[in-house]
């Protein structure tokens, strides 16, 4: 008896099914690094934020203590913008009474120059003569 001879490989089937299987990893592998790439993004310009934040609470600080002169008229801004990190950030700083005498509330928010959307939000409490 004799059998056909059958020639070896994969058929169209299977490859299809192989290419289609490889899609579905290599799409999910993709998106993966996308939202990596988001995320360090989006905690870097926190981060970088955050600290023209601390920058600008730090600054009244030095004044409130008496570290910086009088004649220093940095103290009077409430708004102002700041080049860091090769970015152009933008804050604003309200200061508010607190509970206690002599005690206030500095809140700076900062936000990327080109938006509106507050990326940090620091406070700190002093104590003014």
Do not use: C
């Not at 059998?3 to 990893?25: D, N, Q």
């Not at 939202?35 to 970088?48: C, G, I, M, T, V």
């Not at 913008?81 to 900062?110: C, F, I, M, N, T």
């Amino acid at each position: 008896m004799k059998y056909a001879s059958r020639k070896s490989g994969f058929t169209l089937i299977e490859v299809v099914v192989a290419l289609g299987i490889l899609g579905l990893v290599l799409g999910g592998a993709i998106s993966t690094v996308h939202q990596y790439a988001d995320q360090r993004n989006h905690l870097s310009n926190k981060l970088f934020s955050s600290q023209v934040a601390w920058n600008v609470l730090i600054e009244q600080y030095r004044y409130s203590e008496g570290w910086v002169s009088s004649a220093d008229n940095s103290r009077q801004a409430k708004k102002g913008e700041e080049s860091q990190y090769g970015r152009d950030w933008k804050w604003k700083l309200g200061v508010k009474p607190a509970v206690g005498k002599d005690l206030y509330r500095y809140e700076a928010r900062v936000s990327a120059f080109d938006s509106d959307r507050i990326t940090s939000s620091l406070s700190l409490y002093i104590i003014e003569d």
